[in-house]
């Protein structure tokens, strides 16, 4: 597609079960970004992807958080033993890396995740 | 590390009149600087930036931010509002290192009143 897609939109969930959340980046970009955004919160910056390895993993709040990339392309995001205080919107983010369109990233519509 | 802080959680402001948007950095070395929007139920857009250059950046949808190094500031502006720019604002600053890692402030909405 033309843009950054992710999946589900919306997911409703139950104190500690699992949830996978999945991105598909705009084909061809290198780099991968993994954000959440609370409310009142702003942006919290999770994870970052170059191909499949992630040289920055500092912002995964637990390790009950984690997140992999395959094929240099599609990532998912997995929330395991989810609890109320994950409950927020995730948006995924891509881009080239490279210097004249550097910090362009473009994001997704976000997955909105619900712990009840 | 690196830093901007975003001072207003709102601002409101008529149709037609001029509107700013307020963004402080904090940085070590170069400041790589950035406007994103979020329109309602969207993801967000990238706006303008600063790299390097002259302190007035143009950008999308008639936006301008002026970098200012004495003030660390780098304001959002646009001469005059329209209702359609309702929505919210996010500054960010490239993290150290050679990635396009963002930090971003808190975010500011964006009231247009007609």
């Known amino acids: 597609g033309a843009g950054v897609s992710q999946s589900p939109s919306n997911k409703v969930t139950e104190k500690g079960k699992d949830v996978e959340l999945r991105c598909d980046p705009i084909s061809g970009h290198t780099a991968l970004y993994w954000y959440r955004q609370s409310l009142g919160q702003g942006l919290e910056f999770l994870i970052y992807?170059?191909?499949?390895?992630?040289?920055?993993k500092s912002g995964l709040p637990s390790d009950r958080f984690s997140a992999e990339r395959t094929g240099g392309s599609v990532s998912t995001l997995t929330i395991q033993r989810t609890q109320q205080e994950d409950s927020a919107v995730y948006l995924c983010?891509?881009?080239?890396?490279?210097?004249?369109?550097?910090?362009?990233?473009?994001f997704g519509e976000g997955s909105r995740l619900t712990v009840l | 590390a690196q830093s901007v802080a975003q001072p207003e959680d709102q601002v409101n402001v008529a149709e037609g009149n001029p509107l700013t948007v307020k963004c402080t950095y904090s940085?070590?070395?170069?400041?790589?600087l950035f406007w994103y929007v979020q329109y309602p139920n969207r993801g967000l857009q990238f706006l303008l930036k600063y790299i390097t250059g002259d302190n007035l950046v143009k950008g999308s949808y008639g936006f301008e931010a002026e970098f200012n190094k004495s003030q660390t500031s780098f304001h959002l502006k646009k001469p005059s509002a329209l209702v359609s720019d309702s929505a919210l604002y996010f500054c960010?600053?490239?993290?150290?290192?050679?990635?396009?890692?963002?930090?971003f402030g808190t975010g500011t909405r964006l009231q247009v009143f007609p």
């Open positions: 983010a891509s881009s080239l890396v490279s210097g004249v369109n550097t910090g362009e990233l473009f």
């Open positions: 960010a600053v490239r993290d150290e290192g050679n990635t396009d890692k963002l930090i």
């Open positions: 940085v070590s070395g170069n400041p790589y």
């Open positions: 992807f170059q191909g499949n390895s992630a040289p920055d």
